[in-house]
């Protein structure tokens, strides 16, 4: 445990940005599978509703520094392209 109080407003401060970012990169891969669920299931509609809010929830990660720009876009690009591709 720190003696200096900077260092405990460090612990404290890491603790809060920890849990945020848990919680944004647990959504991400939530979304992100749900609309690989609904590509598989065949559902156009469901997989573009889906993939607009696995398009926000990965901008959202990348906008905060937990995800590279360029896997955010590799994301991204793999999702569209897999709802495009349904007929």
Do not use: F, W, Y
């Not at 404290?12 to 599978?33: E, H, Y």
């Not at 559902?43 to 590279?68: F, M, W």
């Amino acid at each position: 445990m720190p003696n200096i109080r900077s260092a405990k407003k460090r612990v404290r401060s890491n603790a809060r940005k920890r849990d945020i970012n848990t919680l944004v990169n647990s959504s991400m891969r939530t979304a992100i599978k749900n609309c690989e669920k609904a590509v598989n299931a065949g559902n156009k509609e469901e997989a573009s509703n889906k993939l607009n809010i696995a398009l926000q929830r990965v901008d959202k990660a990348c906008t905060s520094g937990l995800v590279h720009k360029n896997k955010a876009a590799r994301l991204k690009s793999r999702l569209t392209k897999a709802v495009n591709a349904m007929e």
